[in-house]
């Protein structure tokens, strides 16, 4: 199992590091090839506490740049909870997104296939596209998850389980653990299918 870039990363990025499996992992993957600067977003809760520690150990250990931003309102009533984290969690990395170092964000072909499946539901088909307003890119979407833990386990990378992944009442959540495992028994092929649909974006991009 490998990682997949699509594109050419310039030597110089941001990258956006939750403390998770997926980022970590990437983390690692890039180190001996790029100038990294870590960006981590603290959601205010727990679990985002305890991945802070995390991340800051790392890249005191790796002597990376960390920037680290907040959340700076109270959620609108017309906000889910996860609305509102990714709302404010790109506010702050578009303060980072320049010419010359990218804000790279460690998102995977799994989320793409639950992005595909939510937005299916509303009408409008899509999947997490490789570039988010004019320098923030998504160039891992070719990888599955379970490339990125097994890179994360043969390389003895650390990294925090977030234990409100686990809690249906999110949207993301449900359709990860409810309604991919259902829609794989339809077509058992979805990942070749947002395969060729991310490849297709990455060209159109």
């Known amino acids: 199992m490998v990682i997949h ?3 050419k990363l310039p030597r110089k ?10 980022s970590m992992a990437i983390l690692n993957f890039l180190t001996n ?18 991945a802070s520690w995390l991340v800051s150990n790392a890249c005191s250990w790796k002597e ?6 907040k959340v700076t309102r109270e959620k609108l009533a017309t906000e889910s909870w996860e609305e509102y984290w990714r709302n404010e969690r790109y506010k702050f990395f578009y303060q980072f997104a320049e010419a010359d170092r990218p804000v790279i964000t460690c998102h995977h072909l799994d989320d793409c296939i639950e ?17 988010h307003g004019d320098n923030i890119i998504r160039p891992f979407r070719l990888t599955t998850k379970a490339e990125l833990v097994n890179w994360a386990r043969r ?8 234990y409100s992944n686990e809690d ?14 259902k829609a794989l028994v339809v077509n058992p092929g979805l990942a070749k299918v ?5 490849e297709a974006d990455y060209a159109a991009a």
């Open 155 to 162: 390389h003895k990378v650390e990294w925090h389980d977030d």
């Open 168 to 181: 249906t009442k999110y949207m993301r959540n449900f359709i990860r653990k409810e309604l991919v495992p």
């Open 194 to 198: 947002i395969r060729k649909k991310v």
């Open 64 to 69: 990376y740049k960390i920037h680290k931003g």
């Open 115 to 131: 992005q595909w499946l939510f937005s299916s539901m509303h009408g409008k088909p899509g999947i997490i596209p490789y570039l």
């Open 13 to 22: 990025i941001y990258l956006a590091v939750s403390g998770g499996v997926d």
């Open 5 to 7: 870039i699509q594109g």
């Open 33 to 50: 090839s790029h100038d990294i600067e870590v960006l981590f977003f603290d959601h205010g809760t727990q679990t985002s506490l305890e």
